[in-house]
């Protein structure tokens, strides 16, 4: 059974860091793309950021301060987050691809989302 | 970036009522439209995906359709667990893929 566990979320001050990270087991990991969405709070969904073995891709509004890495030895996915916002606020979730070895961009399986809250 | 805007923002409906949901996009994304679930404390479903594919063990009586730029998504008879809210994705023009602002399904 496939299962995603993301960590590392918490409060932090504007312009702190964190890293967020999401063990995955039940499936092949290193076959997959990996992405991480996010949904501040009462709000709906945001793609933030993907990662295909070394290709990564990135929303504009984290670009150049988030970085997705992943390690495959341990079947986890990570999201290191720097400058972070107030709009940076929101659950985070890591999300499986439908499909392997493609990059279809469809999620079938989702962790249960770690809140991060940027705020002084 | 393809913006996907999703009507009604709430659809007020009782149980047994059919549901109708609508997804437009920007500009056309062919048939690489899917649509998710979420309730709250949870995180999405894939419902649908490549406009009327249904997903791994979701119910027949969700059904997509559309191609373009306009997408529905329809539940013909709303089961009491279908009430939430329901996100369209698109894949076709990324980065950035993106989301719908969601359609609430609401009891009413």
């Known amino acids: 059974e496939v299962h995603l566990l993301e960590s590392g979320g918490g409060l932090v001050q504007p312009g702190g860091s964190l890293t967020l990270s999401c063990v995955a087991s039940g499936f092949t990991f290193n076959n997959y793309v990996m992405t991480w969405v996010r949904q501040a709070p009462g709000e709906g969904l945001e793609w933030v950021s993907s990662?295909?073995?070394?290709?990564?891709y990135y929303a504009d509004s984290v670009k150049g301060r988030f970085t997705i890495s992943r390690d495959n030895s341990k079947n986890t996915l990570h999201l290191q987050m720097n400058s972070l916002r107030a709009e940076d606020t929101a659950v985070y979730y890591c999300?499986?691809?439908?499909?392997?070895?493609?990059?279809?961009?469809?999620?079938?399986?989702w962790g249960q989302g770690t809140l991060v809250t940027v705020s002084s | 970036e393809v913006v996907l805007t999703q009507s009604p923002a709430t659809l007020s409906l009782s149980p047994g009522e059919g549901a109708t949901l609508s997804c437009r996009a920007s500009q056309s994304v062919s048939r690489y439209l899917a649509w998710y679930q979420q309730k709250p404390g949870q995180a999405p479903r894939l419902l649908i995906y490549?406009?009327?594919n249904r997903a791994t063990g979701v119910p027949a009586r969700f059904s997509g359709s559309g191609s373009g730029t306009d997408f529905t998504l329809t539940i013909s008879s709303l089961e009491p667990e279908d009430f939430a809210v329901y996100y369209c994705q698109q894949r076709m023009k990324w980065p950035p893929l993106t989301f719908g602002g969601g359609t609430k399904v609401e009891i009413k």
């Open positions: 999300a499986k691809q439908l499909k392997g070895s493609s990059m279809d961009m469809l999620f079938d399986y």
């Open positions: 490549d406009a009327s």
């Open positions: 990662i295909s073995g070394d290709k990564t």
